[in-house]
């Protein structure tokens, strides 16, 4: 999707998620940059948000995420993070949600 990525991952319990996140950011960013894979400069938003999975829930999450294109006709990436949200009963505050842009 033009506007988000999702990453299925298998951490082991002594990794911390914002390591990870923030090692993918960073590679990532370089690499695009460095190989000059768009026009204008990379940067990833700050911030990240990250959902917790069983084994049990992995063809599910991973049918999920084959087929964004299909759920995003639906609704966009804001409409269903903030259900998925409200779903789980996570409190928030938007004020510390994504910063939203329209993507053609």
Same mark, same amino acid.
């Given at each position: ?39 204008c ?8 948000g990250?959902?917790?999975?069983? $084994? ?12 964004? $294109? ?8 804001? $409409? ?25």
């Amino acid at each position: 999707m033009p506007d988000h990525t999702h990453i299925l991952l298998g951490l082991k319990p002594d990794i911390a998620v914002s390591t990870i996140v923030r090692d993918i950011k960073a590679n990532s960013s370089r690499f695009i940059n460095e190989y000059r894979l768009l026009k204008c400069r990379f940067n990833w938003q700050e911030g990240f948000g990250v959902f917790s999975c069983g $084994e049990g829930d992995l063809d599910r999450i991973i049918h999920y995420i084959t087929n964004q $294109e299909y759920h995003h006709k639906k609704r966009n990436f804001k $409409e269903e993070y903030i259900a998925i949200l409200q779903e789980y009963n996570v409190a928030y505050n938007e004020e510390y949600l994504f910063k939203w842009i329209a993507i053609d």
